[in-house]
């Protein structure tokens, strides 16, 4: 069973930097009530379906959106590190050289580059999320940690200062981390929602990058504890959806009964292109929710998009 801790309030670390790509405020499918849901930056795996490319790597990064780019230069004049150059009358960003500095979206006068990834403290974030504590407070909402992987940081900070602030806390997490950093947050997490993608080991780990024993290991943790957790299924054609009645096994036999099925969508297909990626899922289309209907009959939930 985990134990919270019974101390005083502990004292915000105000120094401490969490790179935060986005803060989402009035949530309704990350957790009970109204939510802010808190984006983490970094990911130790390489999902192709991802929604959130740019929480991949943990610096921040540059978005370049082609279509609002007219190609004039200001951007490489502005660039400290010579990463931009302008390329059959539009910018093109030298990744490497890159370092997400921001120069160059200074420079441009139509929007077209943008930073992801900013750095923040906790009294930022909490700034932040108190914008919606009346919502929170009428819906039986709260605060949820996201990614990226929450645990490509360290999030027992800023899950210690929202329990101290009297926050619901969730965390939406893959599993790839080492078992002792879920182990010392568990005592300020309310839920947990946890991916499993797949029951075979070598294709979770070609696709994903992931471990297929890892999970498992932080699977048995989370049901020898108290914290609610919710098993979350991306449904992706090609990849699991012949699979699930398998993955609905392994669950089942780890003694879980709360699952989400999360159809497939392309809504991250933008971001992809923003950071000059090929989206390995250009020409699939959004999953149509009816395909999911007999997990819907047997009391699976079927999440939004």
Not at 68 to 89: D, F, N, Q, Y
Request: aromatic share 8%; with cysteine; glycine share 8%.
């Amino acid at each position: 069973m985990r134990m919270r801790p019974e101390t005083e309030k502990t004292s915000v670390q105000d120094d401490l930097l969490y790179t935060i790509t986005n803060i989402q405020r009035f949530a309704t499918h990350d957790g009970p009530g109204i939510r802010t849901v808190v984006f983490f930056k970094g990911c130790p795996l390489h999902c192709p379906w991802c929604a959130n490319p740019e929480t991949w790597r943990p610096e921040p990064e540059l978005f370049h959106d082609d279509s609002l780019c007219m190609g004039c230069g200001r951007c490489v004049t502005a660039c400290p590190k010579g990463a931009v150059a302008v390329i059959g009358g539009k910018a093109r960003v030298n990744r490497t050289l890159c370092d997400g500095c921001g120069s160059c979206v200074t420079a441009c006068l139509n929007k077209a580059m943008e930073v992801t990834g900013n750095r923040m403290t906790i009294p930022e974030i909490l700034a932040e999320i108190r914008k919606d504590d009346e919502y929170y407070q009428a819906s039986g909402g709260g605060i949820t940690l996201s990614g990226g992987e929450v645990f490509a940081q360290d999030p027992v900070p800023l899950l210690r200062a929202l329990k101290d602030a009297g926050y619901h806390t969730a965390i939406e997490t893959e599993g790839a981390y080492d078992l002792e950093k879920l182990a010392a947050a568990l005592p300020w997490i309310d839920l947990v929602y946890h991916d499993v993608k797949h029951c075979d080991p070598h294709k979770l780990k070609t696709f994903t990058g992931a471990d297929a024993e890892e999970i498992t290991r932080h699977l048995r943790y989370l049901k020898d504890s108290d914290v609610r957790t919710i098993i979350r299924i991306p449904v992706i054609p090609g990849f699991n959806l012949e699979e699930l009645d398998n993955i609905r096994g392994y669950v089942k036999d780890l003694g879980f009964s709360e699952m989400q099925l999360l159809p497939f969508h392309p809504m991250g297909k933008g971001k992809w292109h923003k950071l000059d990626r090929r989206y390995p899922y250009e020409q699939t289309p959004m999953m149509d929710k009816t395909q999911l209907d007999a997990w819907r009959e047997a009391g699976t939930e079927i999440g939004g998009h």
